[in-house]
């Protein structure tokens, strides 16, 4: 069954960091723009960050939203089968459930065209 994996969340006092890691499960990533999304309640499913998928490989290039911009960073392991999200400086307005998803050979992470999606990750902040 083809799947991705979150791990890593948890409670963070505002400032600090968190890294979190989305595994591929039954497919490689080298085929997928990877993306980090996160969804508060009662608000829709954002994207956080995304790898593209640009001329043939998936390591192009890198986009983040505005609110996140110079704080988090996301990179991608090949050996893993992994793309994670590093988390710094985090404020109150960034707790959501994270979610990661892949979009097949696509150059943005729309959400509505991602293919797989893990089953979500709690990330708190909170003093």
């Known amino acids: 069954q083809l799947h991705f994996v979150e791990s890593g969340g948890g409670l963070v006092q505002p400032g600090g960091s968190l890294r979190l890691t989305c595994t591929a499960s039954?497919?490689?990533?080298?085929?997928?723009?990877v993306g980090w999304f996160r969804q508060a309640p009662g608000k829709g499913r954002d994207e956080v960050s995304c790898?593209?998928?640009?001329?043939?490989?998936?390591?192009?290039?890198?986009d983040y939203a505005d609110s996140v911009k110079g704080r988090f960073t996301i990179s991608r392991d090949n050996t893993k089968n992994t793309v994670s999200l590093q988390l710094n400086s985090l404020k109150p307005e960034d707790a959501a459930v994270y979610y990661c998803?892949?979009?097949?050979?696509?150059?943005?992470?729309?959400?509505?065209?991602?293919?797989?999606w893990g089953q979500g990750i709690q990330v708190t902040v909170s003093s």
């Open positions: 039954g497919f490689t990533l080298d085929d997928y723009a």
């Open positions: 790898i593209n998928y640009i001329h043939g490989h998936s390591d192009g290039k890198i």
């Open positions: 998803g892949g979009v097949w050979r696509a150059a943005t992470c729309v959400t509505t065209d991602v293919d797989y």
